[in-house]
Structures are given as structure tokens and as C-alpha cells.
């Protein structure tokens, strides 16, 4: 997806100069950066609590609905 992000001119000079040195776009200076707060933000939750959260199921209020009122709609 691409975006549009605005830098403070300061900023920028040194994400461009820091891109240099690592041989690298600041496209992907700024990806690896984003994956890193969002490693240090939400860990992975492992598959097994997700699938053993999915088996559980998630009550979502109301009643089971019949055939019919589901048709009805």
C-alpha cells in the first residue's frame, strides 16, 4: 500500500544519510523500523491459543437463529 508521510526536513537528511550507509531505500529503512516498534508493541500469539481461542468460540450476544429467520432476512 503506499502512503504519504510527512518528516521534518531534519529528520529526513538523516534517514536519507542512514539509508545510504546501509545500502539500502528509505522505503525499507522505514519497514524494517515499523516492524521493529511492532515486535516491541504485540507479540505473536502463538498458533496454538488462537486456534485453541477459535475452538472456544466467542459468545456474540442474542440467540442461535432458526433456518427460516435466517432466510427471512
Known amino acids: 500500500m503506499k502512503t504519504t508521510i510527512d ?31 511492532l515486535r516491541e508493541e504485540a507479540p505473536v500469539t502463538p498458533p496454538a491459543d488462537a486456534l485453541a481461542r477459535l475452538r472456544q468460540g466467542y459468545h456474540l450476544g442474542g440467540k442461535p437463529l432458526t433456518r427460516e429467520e435466517i432466510h427471512a432476512r
Do not use: C, H, S
Not at 16 to 26: D, E, L, S, V
Open 7 to 37: 518528516l521534518p526536513d531534519g529528520i529526513f537528511a538523516r534517514t536519507k544519510i542512514a539509508a545510504a550507509r546501509r545500502r539500502t531505500t528509505i522505503k525499507n529503512l522505514v519497514i524494517e523500523g515499523l516492524e521493529a516498534v
